[in-house]
Structure formats: C-alpha cells, structure tokens
C-alpha cells in the first residue's frame, strides 16, 4: 500500500523550495528566468571561512564523528559572542550546534512539545514554523501583525492570544519575509506578558542578526527575567552567506539545551567537522566581509523600495533587517489580462513566474495571502530587471469584466 503517514501527508512542500523548483524548470526549457524566491546570499563564502576548512583538512585531526553538540571550542566562541555582543551569559553547555537553524528549530519543538500544547506564532512567518509545530502534534496559534505596524505583533495581540495550552512563542527578528526588526522597546513589552505567564517560553530566531540596517539589534533573552524563558536560534548560514555548510545553533537554558541533543543524537547526530571548523574561523575573526555584505543589501533595499513604489497598486513597508520585501499586492487580485484572472496570491505568483518570468514566494505560505515575497539577494542589474517586468505585466492586469475569460 503506497501510503505515508498523516504526519507528513498533513504537511506542505516548502514553498520557497517549490519556487525555486519551479524557476529551475523554466531555465531548463531556455527562459530567461530571474529568481527572487531564494533566501540565499549571492555572495561566496568569505575566503579566511574557507582556508580554515581546507586546512582542518590538511590537519587530518577532523576525521571522526564529531560530538553531537558541537565542538567545545566552536561552543565556547558561540557563547563568548552573545556574552559579548549580546549580553546575554550562555555558556558552552548552553550551545547546541545543528545541520542548520532549521534543525534546530526543530530539535527544540520536538523535545519541548506534546500532542495538542499551542504554540502562538508571529505571523507573516517563516514557512517552515508551521511544518515543524503540525509534526510534532502541536497547534500553531498565529497571530499577525499588519503592515501598517510594520507587520509587527504587540503585546496586546499576543495577550489575547494565550490561553492555558499555550506552552511557546516563536518569532524572528529580523523577520523573515518582512525585514522588520523588534526594537528592545518592542521586545520588553513582550517580555512583560510572557512573565506574567508560568512556563511560557520564547523561541527567539535571530538567524538575520547580523544582517540589521538599524544596527540595534536585541535579543529578548537578555532583559531581565527572560534568559531561563527564551531559546535562541541563529546560526551562519545568513550573515557570512554559509548556506551549503549547513550549520545553525541553539543558545538556550542547560535543561532544553540537553534535550535538544538528545534528539539531534537520535536523528542525525553532529554536524559536519569541517563545517565546524569553518564556523570557528567565522565567528572568532574579522566580520569585515560581513559588514560589506550588509552595506550591499542596504543598497539594494533602496533600490527595490523606489523602483516598488514605482508600481501603482503595489503597498510596501520599509524593512529595517534582512533581504527581503513584503509588499501587499491585493490591488491585483480580481484582476484580469482578459484571458487570466488572478485568483489570488499563489496565482499572481504563478502568472508572474509565466508572463515576467520572475520567480517570487506568495505570502500565503508566510500567513499572509495578500503579499508576495521578494528576496534582493540578486545582482543590481537582475534587480531592476526583474522589476522593470513586473510592472510592465502588472501594469496590464485590469478590472474583470463579465465576459473576462477566468482560467
């Protein structure tokens, strides 16, 4: 019997995954396809980052299988830094290295959450927060934040929403797919209501820290009271663009951080050695590189944020961190080329991947289906390509009328 199990039958296909793929097929068919649905920098891996993996190659010491929480020494260079630029007072045994922030996301939900606890979520999203709660049997509880606050949750909003289920928060900041970044005022209004609430814990992603045009960026776990309530996730994968070293972490309480290895030791156990090794050059050296890369995005945000507001219809925040633009396109929806009418979100990506041959994300799979997303980690010159198509195809979509052919 072909059949898998409700667990994954009860899940999606990552949708910026899904995209990508999609692109992919155009290219292969020789269309000039310009991907925007990746977040993934476009830069290489700073070249110090690589001559540490090379020569813990050459050193012939990083054969084996590493310890399924990390290096001790990469451990302690991740707890010196939150000590250091964060404030916060991790310690080696607090430090859970993974494949990735995804697994690490992951381990945490798995050793924290029981079939039917509620765990409220931040919303616009990162996509894959809702798989991974729904696999562990959990309720995802979301809660949005609209444009016009910048797509932020208050305090308010997230006080209604608990109820005695309720065992966890998750956010990220900067957020991924809208760019804004909790300020520490932000965070210390949220921070009041999760202590007014036993048990309550925060799982704080700040995979895009580095990657903060404000430059204030704060990690809830280090205001008062919140260190034994708050998961930290974050990792290299962003802010030195390591994507394919595959390496994220955990910085959290000993008693989660141990059975997060637990279950990472049961499902894939350490992470790569050398992209271990490579990690320990990252973090304990020059951040120069990264700093440039940011100098970058910040250029390019200027750019996409005119050229956006160049589209009639189209309405954009400001993003203040990470590679992203989250504009609400529902001017569109309803609207018709004469033959197509755009149903919604995921269909005016669709169209807009077969008429500009643009890549994109709809904002549904972030919990938003007014929005689309655009990731600017692309050349200058994709960048006002790819928008120079998209107004023009969007730019020929009207009002319905009745004898609009809908397809």
Known sequence: ??????????????????????????????????????????????QHICEAAKKAIDDGKYFAYPPVAGYQ????????????????????????????????IANVMFSLINPGDEVIVFSPYWVSYDAIIRLTEGTPVFVRGGIEND????????????????????????????????????????????LKHKDLLIIADEIYEHINFKGDQTSIASLPGMFDRT????????????????????????????GANKMQGQLTSANSSISQRAALAAITSDIAPTLKM????????????????????????????????FPDVSHFIGKTDGNHTIKDGDD???????????????????????????SYAASEKDLVEALRRLKDVLGKLKEATPHAVVA
């Open 1 to 46: 019997m072909n059949q898998l199990s409700k667990r994954i039958e009860s899940i999606e296909e990552s949708a910026t995954l899904a995209m990508a793929s999609k692109a992919r097929e155009y290219k292969a068919k020789g269309i000039d396809v310009i991907n925007l649905s990746l977040g993934e920098p476009d830069f290489k891996t700073p």
């Open 73 to 104: 020494d990469l451990r302690e260079a991740i707890a010196a830094k939150y000590q250091k630029e964060n404030g916060v007072p991790y310690k080696a045994e607090n430090i859970i290295v993974s494949n990735g922030a995804k697994q690490s």
């Open 151 to 194: 797509f932020k949750v208050t305090a308010a909003q997230l006080e209604k929403a608990i109820t005695p289920k309720t065992r966890a928060i998750i956010f990220s900041s900067p957020c991924n797919p809208t760019g804004s970044v909790f300020s520490r005022q932000d965070l210390q209004s949220i921070a009041d209501v999760v």
């Open 231 to 258: 998961i930290t996730v974050n990792g290299f994968a962003k802010g030195y663009a390591m994507t394919g070293w595959r390496i994220g972490y955990i910085a959290a309480p000993k008693w989660i951080a141990d």
């Open 294 to 325: 940011v100098e970058e995005y910040r250029h390019r945000r200027e750019l996409v944020y005119k050229l956006l507001k160049d589209i009639p219809g189209v309405k954009a925040n400001y993003p203040q961190g990470a590679f992203y633009f």
């Open 348 to 374: 005016l990506c669709l169209y807009l991947l077969d008429k500009a041959h643009v890549s994109l994300v709809p904002g549904g799979a972030f919990g938003d289906p007014n929005c689309i997303r655009i």
